[in-house]
């Protein structure tokens, strides 16, 4: 079970977009429309942000945006706000050999 | 409303054991696959097991196959964590998430606990 390929960091002004990529293999990412990422401010848990590739949970504001292609996924916070300084997780299903789930790195995005 | 209260965290010997639960309410605990999400200080997030909404199915990450077990109490709504011979690499933030649908699991979790610290030292 290897890890996703994230960027350490990624930056922008307020209210521009960031894009945050993730990469991983045909036996995960590019193999299954599981991916899913994750917001996590210091000290606290981590909030699904999207899921099944492109989906918001409730509550989730629209800037938020995610896609997929190939063995790459993505994630675009468009209107970039303060609050959205965090560490950001992609995840995604592993496959049917063992039923597991595999993160990247984590990306720490700064609002400048 | 969801919540998720893990306990059963501390410092720990290598070699050692040690026992992590979840308290679950605001949900039917017994529709939902449960989760153990652990994260090393200062590091990533890492999945560690799964069980299934009925119980049945249980699924391990390769670093902790064959030590950790995972294991659910409907009549007390509590999802539970066996750890044993506990190594140093060990050491993280464990959480307790919810999946997100109800029936088989997701693999993607829209609730978690606030996590609770296993320090394997000696």
């Known amino acids: 079970q290897s890890a996703l390929t994230q960027p350490p960091s990624a930056s922008g002004s307020p209210g521009q977009s960031v894009t945050i990529s993730c990469t991983g293999t045909?036996?995960?990412?590019?193999?299954?429309?599981?991916v899913s990422w994750y917001q996590q401010h210091p000290g606290k848990a981590p909030k699904l942000m999207i899921y099944?590739?492109?989906k918001r949970p409730s509550g989730v504001p629209d800037r938020f945006s995610g896609s997929k292609s190939g063995n790459t996924a993505s994630l675009t916070v468009s209107g970039l706000q303060a609050e959205d300084e965090a560490d950001y997780y992609c995840?995604?299903?592993?496959?049917?050999?063992?039923?597991?789930?595999?993160f990247g790195g984590g990306t720490k995005l700064t609002v400048l | 409303q969801v919540q998720l209260v893990e306990s059963g965290g501390g410092v720990v010997q290598p070699g050692r054991s040690l026992r992590l639960s979840c308290a679950a309410s605001g949900f039917t605990f017994s529709s939902y696959a449960m989760h153990w999400v652990r994260q090393a200080p200062g590091k990533g997030l890492e999945w560690v097991a799964v069980?299934?909404?009925?119980?049945?199915?249980?699924y391990y990450a390769d670093s902790v196959r064959g030590r950790f077990t995972i294991s659910r109490d409907y009549s007390k709504n509590t999802l539970s964590l066996q750890m044993n011979s506990l190594t140093a690499e060990d050491t993280a933030v464990y959480y307790c998430?919810?999946?997100?649908?109800?029936?088989?699991?997701?693999?993607?979790?829209?609730?978690w606990g606030q996590g609770t610290l296993v320090a394997v030292s000696s």
């Open positions: 995840s995604s299903y592993a496959g049917s050999t063992n039923f597991g789930v595999v």
């Open positions: 045909s036996s995960d990412v590019g193999g299954y429309n599981y």
């Open positions: 998430a919810r999946d997100h649908v109800v029936g088989p699991a997701s693999y993607y979790f829209d609730y």
């Open positions: 099944e590739v492109s």
């Open positions: 069980i299934s909404y009925h119980g049945s199915n249980k």
